[in-house]
Each structure stands twice: as structure tokens, then as C-alpha cells.
């Protein structure tokens, strides 16, 4: 993530010359579509990154009431068993 932001930021501060010495038309084009496609991917690792956070919160959980079941299990079991 760190890698992206440091590439957004040098691609403005390339635009930003752009403007001050008017470097020509291609080097706009270029930096615009740089611009959009590093943007789409931040968006993108930024979205499988809070899907896949979600995901471990939730196996998290899963994980803590199955030891919970287990821990009610052996319980009921040795109350059984003193009977």
C-alpha cells in the first residue's frame, strides 16, 4: 500500500512540474491514465483488504464458539459422569 501512495505521490509531483514548465501534451495523457490505473488498483487492494478482514473477524468468531462448545461439552460430560 505503502508502494502505491509513494507512486500516486511522485505522479503528482510530476503533474505538478507539468504545470509549472508545460512539458507538452503526451506527458499529460501519459500521467492521467498512470493516474487512473494506480488509483483502480489502490481501490482494489483496498476492497479485497476489508473483504478479507471481515473474513478473518468472522473465522475468528467461529473459532472462539467452537472452543466455547467443546469447553460446555466436556462439562456436561463430567457432570454426567459424577451422576
Known amino acids: 500500500m505503502f ?3 509513494a507512486i500516486l505521490f511522485f505522479l503528482g509531483i510530476a ?3 507539468d ?11 501519459i500521467n492521467s491514465v498512470l493516474f487512473m490505473l494506480i488509483s483502480l488498483a489502490l481501490l482494489i487492494r483496498t476492497t479485497s483488504k476489508i473483504k ?3 473474513k478473518e473477524k468472522f473465522e ?3 473459532h ?3 472452543s466455547q462448545v467443546e469447553s ?3 462439562d456436561e460430560e463430567k457432570r454426567l459422569t459424577e451422576y
Do not use: D, P, S
Not at 504545470?19 to 495523457?29: E, L, P, V, W
Open 3 to 5: 508502494t502505491w501512495c
Open 15 to 17: 503533474a505538478f512540474m
Open 19 to 29: 504545470t509549472i514548465f508545460n512539458y507538452g501534451n503526451i506527458f499529460r495523457q
Open 52 to 54: 478479507l478482514k471481515t
Open 60 to 62: 475468528q468468531k467461529v
Open 64 to 66: 472462539n464458539l467452537e
Open 72 to 74: 460446555l461439552k466436556a
